[in-house]
């Protein structure tokens, strides 16, 4: 049996983001915490365990158990329409937005790289109007030819930028996360 269902998580990505927070310190309690291509809801899971008091929204296309107290939307992130919901059931700047959208893999590593590449670069924008001050970004980030113009942009909007590809990611995936704090 596969460790996440052994330990009661979704899927094997909660290892990745517990490496994550583990070196970077991005989730506390109490904090607001938007999950972005959440499905199947490992990430939004472990904030919701392992964090007291967080008031969290996922959203992926398609549709997830419910996971605790958490607020699911069933739609596309880049949707004006999705965008509102969020920024209505918020109503304030959040603590961090999570990020682990990721297009359907065509098999063509270039294009893939591209096309998630882009989701990135429209959860980090949305990320910049939406994040308090001292806020932290995480964006699954594909090695690519869009790689560096994430990081300049993630420059431009953040103080702090790192790279960082957790051991639980598997050896021969080109993903990797950026982990971007404190608005500039």
């Known amino acids: 049996m596969r460790k996440s269902k052994q330990d009661g998580f979704r899927s094997r990505a909660v290892y990745k983001l517990k490496e994550i927070n583990d070196k970077h310190k991005i989730l506390k309690n109490g904090y607001s915490v938007i999950d972005l291509g959440a499905a199947p809801g490992g990430w939004s899971q472990f904030v919701i365990k392992k964090y007291k008091?967080?008031?969290?929204?996922?959203i992926d296309l398609k549709k997830m158990?419910?996971?605790?107290?958490s607020y699911q939307i069933i739609g596309d992130f880049n949707e004006n329409s999705s965008k509102e919901k969020i920024i209505n059931y918020f109503k304030q700047k959040v603590d961090v937005i999570l990020?682990?959208?990721?297009?359907?893999t065509t098999g063509n590593k270039n294009l893939d790289s591209v096309v998630t590449g882009e989701l990135c670069l429209e959860a980090l924008r949305f990320a910049r109007e939406h994040l308090k001050?001292?806020?932290?970004?995480?964006?699954?980030?594909?090695?690519g030819s869009v790689f560096n113009e994430i990081i300049s942009e993630a420059k431009l909007t953040f103080k702090e930028i790192k790279i960082y590809k957790p051991p639980s990611s598997r050896k021969e995936s080109k993903e990797s996360f950026m982990i971007c704090k404190k608005l500039r």
């Open 53 to 58: 008091n967080c008031k969290l929204l996922s």
């Open 65 to 69: 158990e419910a996971i605790g107290s």
């Open 99 to 104: 990020s682990d959208m990721a297009v359907n």
């Open 133 to 143: 001050e001292n806020g932290s970004f995480l964006s699954k980030i594909f090695m």
